[in-house]
């Protein structure tokens, strides 16, 4: 999320070749760190509600924290000896070695946060969840305005930024476990953790590959500098899961709560939610993405925006994907999502090498599409033969067409000026809200609770409020 707020900083205080170096230390980080407990979070949640008593799954939070931060400090210290060899690997050269001990110092702060994250999504303290969260991001961006802008020191600077603001949270989230919880460490409940975590290391290792990969494949075929404007595309496209990821990380924590046993209307009822919000959040980073860009970053980088409704497509299926493979937790199957996983991993790394070297970066966007549409038809299946589920049809295929039709008006709209492209945008958007609002999308018992809520914002309402 920080890369998208500071895109209007980072195009015009770096050269696409450095924005191209700042993704694949971006890349590389974030693979080791999928290897090493992205995932442990899950495994805390489950963990915690499995275990009946309060004192226990203070322990369990307790041992989840401290258990990660010694993992995470043992990474710091590896990247001193093999940071040489890795920058030789990644770059050719040995001149980034200082950057990966930056980025590395930060994932090894990163990781103790999330086991810490983990626990207050499952205390379902969204408000502090959310401000803490803000905090971070705030404190980032401060920090990179003044080392990259103020003191021009480039890419150490937003490295800088990010540590730091990783560290004050983790010293944040720390009080506030050790004054809930306590400290200690119970050895065999965190190799419990890690023993359900690890069937799911290969989630992330292998979404990192999903994720990122095409760019390492990219190397081979295009500049820097294309790497640089194919990456931009990717932040604006991936905005899809920085505005869904929240809901999902609240949903993975309360699912166990809410989805019972022989009951699945809420969960499929939620499934609709879920889509309707892919849809709005796709559709608006596809619309939106060449006045976006051309607001937030500089010339070198328009080339951008003709990459990003595909690039969108692929994150709400991939989104979809993981809304669904979470329900396998909740038959404690983790297994059966790293299998999931690992196929899309392999359809991935054959369309990487079969398309990019003929398509370039638009080979690498469709190979992104193909991939999360295997994850999500699979992941679908495998949910279904878990918790068997009645999907809304109707309203997903209506929320479908209505996504659809608007993408495919805004290509007939004349392009021209920013002020124009918005106002085409904005038509098209409303067309989907004309289509996604029109009778008999909505239930009884959700026009029953919408009713209220619109009457408070009505005039006659606020009128009569007021004479009172």
Not at 332 to 355: D, H, K, M, Q, S
Request: glycine share 8%; net charge positive.
């Amino acid at each position: 999320m920080i890369s998208f707020f500071m895109l209007p900083v980072y195009t015009r205080c770096l050269t696409t070749s450095e924005y191209g170096v700042m993704e694949l230390l971006e890349i590389t980080s974030n693979f080791i760190g999928a290897l090493v407990g992205s995932r442990f979070g899950d495994a805390l949640t489950n963990v915690y509600f499995s275990t009946p008593d309060e004192a226990g799954r203070k322990r369990v939070v307790s041992t989840g924290v401290i258990g990660m931060t010694v993992i995470g400090a043992l990474l710091t210290a590896l990247i001193i000896p093999i940071g040489p060899y890795l920058s030789l690997f990644v770059f050719g050269s040995t001149a980034q070695t200082q950057y990966f001990y930056l980025t590395f110092a930060a994932l090894g702060v990163f990781l103790p946060s999330e086991a810490a994250f983990a626990y207050i999504r499952a205390l379902n303290r969204s408000t502090l969840y959310s401000g803490l969260q803000c905090m971070r991001l705030l404190l980032m961006v401060g920090l990179n305005l003044v080392f990259l802008v103020g003191m021009r020191m480039g890419i150490r600077g937003i490295l800088l930024s990010s540590l730091t603001g990783a560290s004050v949270t983790q010293i944040i989230l720390t009080i506030f476990v050790i004054s809930r919880c306590g400290w200690t460490f119970d050895v065999e409940l965190f190799k419990r953790q890690l023993r359900f975590s690890l069937p799911l290391v290969m989630v992330p290792a292998g979404m990192m590959f999903v994720h990122y990969g095409d760019r390492m494949f990219l190397k081979y075929s295009v500049s820097l500098s294309d790497i640089g404007i194919y990456a931009l595309a990717y932040k604006i496209g991936m905005l899809v899961s920085y505005l869904v990821n929240p809901v999902l990380f609240y949903w993975r924590a309360q699912m166990y709560a809410v989805v019972k046993p022989g009951d699945t209307r809420i969960y499929a009822r939620i499934a609709t939610y879920m889509a309707l919000l892919l849809a709005t959040v796709g559709l608006l980073c596809s619309l939106f993405a060449r006045p976006v860009i051309e607001l937030l970053a500089g010339p070198a980088y328009q080339r951008a925006a003709v990459f990003v409704p595909l690039v969108s497509l692929g994150y709400v299926l991939l989104n979809a994907s993981e809304f669904f493979r979470s329900v396998l937790l909740l038959s404690n199957r983790p297994g059966r999502e790293a299998r999931i996983v690992i196929a899309g991993t392999v359809v991935c790394c054959v369309a990487y090498a079969t398309l990019i070297p003929s398509w370039k970066l638009w080979g690498a966007a469709s190979a992104t599409v193909l991939t999360f549409a295997v994850l999500l038809v699979y992941g679908l299946w495998e949910a279904q033969r878990a918790i068997p589920a009645r999907f809304e049809t109707a309203r997903l295929a209506r929320i479908a067409a209505a996504a659809l039709a608007a993408f495919g008006a805004s290509l007939l709209l004349p392009r021209g000026g920013f002020w124009i492209d918005i106002a085409g945008a904005a038509a098209s958007f409303l067309l989907y809200g004309a289509m996604i609002c029109s009778p008999g999308f909505l239930s009884r018992d959700e026009l029953a609770y919408l009713r209220p809520l619109a009457a408070r914002f009505t005039p006659r309402r606020r009128g009569a409020a007021a004479g009172m």
